[in-house]
């Protein structure tokens, strides 16, 4: 890929914006921190460091949503990225509690990255200070698994959206049929556990372990895998294995009321 003069400059004001962005948000200032995240965005799009400090910045704010936006922005531009799945994690916790089930519907529009901007990232030019490449045309991600393009993540959030849609309405069987063509588009660790909910209730425990196993794979403080997964080793009899998921749970979030809970009935067994 080739940069024209005027491209090159853009590229450096944008990584020395970016930059000094991580100096105001170690120094816990965060508006200026989103200032200049934004600023270097504008200059380059899709950057994913600006966006990952943006959205620690926003995260610091308590401006949840507008957090989730850029974590779920950058899995879109480089799935692989573990702060973002992490983050994304905790995001959803916290608008959950703040905004009921329906906080999904109160999100600002989350972008759809290009192909284009994917391939950028794929071919930094030299000097480039930004995130480096992850994989290159024609090798295979970790794993053996491609890293999906931009449209086929896209579609994964349709279909899982679509299954979300149809657990609100209680139809677990159909919901899993969306969350599997999902997953087959891309993995995503609340996709599994989507689906592990929906074999929860339908008492399909033993699906509902795979799944949460899955998606501990991709996200290792998973709080919803290991509680479900604790959920059905009770109801399969398989106390230790639940003691043991429920004691990994509360030792990422002691202060989980339902996983207390649940740890005091098994305690009881």
């Known amino acids: 890929?080739?940069?024209?003069?005027?491209?090159?400059?853009?590229?450096?004001?944008?990584?020395?914006?970016?930059?000094?962005?991580?100096?105001?948000?170690?120094?816990?200032?965060?508006?200026?921190?989103?200032?200049?995240?934004?600023?270097?965005?504008?200059?380059?799009?899709?950057?994913?460091?600006?966006?990952?400090?943006?959205?620690?910045?926003?995260?610091?704010?308590?401006?949840?949503?507008?957090?989730?936006?850029?974590?779920?922005?950058?899995?879109?531009?480089?799935?692989?990225?573990?702060?973002?799945?992490?983050?994304?994690?905790?995001?959803?916790?916290?608008?959950?509690?703040?905004?009921?089930?329906?906080?999904?519907?109160?999100?600002?529009?989350?972008?759809?990255?290009?192909?284009?901007?994917?391939?950028?990232?794929?071919?930094?030019?030299?000097?480039?200070?930004?995130?480096?490449?992850?994989?290159?045309?024609?090798?295979?991600?970790?794993?053996?698994?491609?890293v999906p393009t931009a449209a086929a993540i896209e579609r994964a959030k349709t279909l899982k959206e679509e299954g979300n849609e149809l657990v609100r309405k209680g139809n677990h069987k159909k919901a899993i049929e969306k969350y599997r063509e999902s997953l087959k588009q891309n993995q995503e660790s609340s996709t599994y556990t989507n689906r592990a909910l929906c074999y929860l209730s339908l008492k399909q425990y033993k699906e509902t372990i795979q799944d949460c196993t899955e998606a501990l794979k991709l996200d290792a403080k998973n709080i919803k895998a290991f509680y479900r997964r604790a959920q059905a080793f009770k109801e399969l009899k398989d106390y230790k294995s639940s003691i043991a998921d429920v004691s990994s749970l509360l030792k990422i979030e002691p202060k989980n009321t339902a996983a207390q809970k649940l740890l005091k009935e098994l305690n009881r067994v």
């Not at 965060?30 to 380059?44: F, I, Q």
């Not at 992490?86 to 192909?115: C, F, H, Y």
Request: with cysteine; glycine share 4%; proline share 7%.
């Open 1 to 146: 890929m080739s940069f024209t003069a005027g491209e090159k400059d853009a590229e450096e004001m944008s990584v020395l914006h970016s930059n000094r962005a991580a100096c105001y948000l170690k120094d816990g200032n965060c508006s200026l921190c989103v200032k200049d995240c934004t600023v270097a965005l504008d200059l380059v799009p899709f950057g994913i460091k600006p966006l990952l400090r943006r959205a620690a910045a926003y995260e610091a704010l308590e401006r949840y949503q507008l957090a989730y936006v850029d974590y779920k922005t950058v899995l879109q531009i480089d799935c692989t990225v573990q702060a973002a799945h992490d983050g994304v994690n905790r995001m959803t916790k916290a608008l959950l509690e703040k905004d009921g089930p329906e906080w999904r519907q109160k999100l600002p529009r989350i972008p759809s990255v290009p192909v284009s901007a994917q391939r950028r990232w794929d071919f930094p030019h030299a000097g480039s200070q930004e995130a480096a490449p992850r994989t290159k045309p024609n090798e295979t991600a970790p794993l053996g698994k491609e």
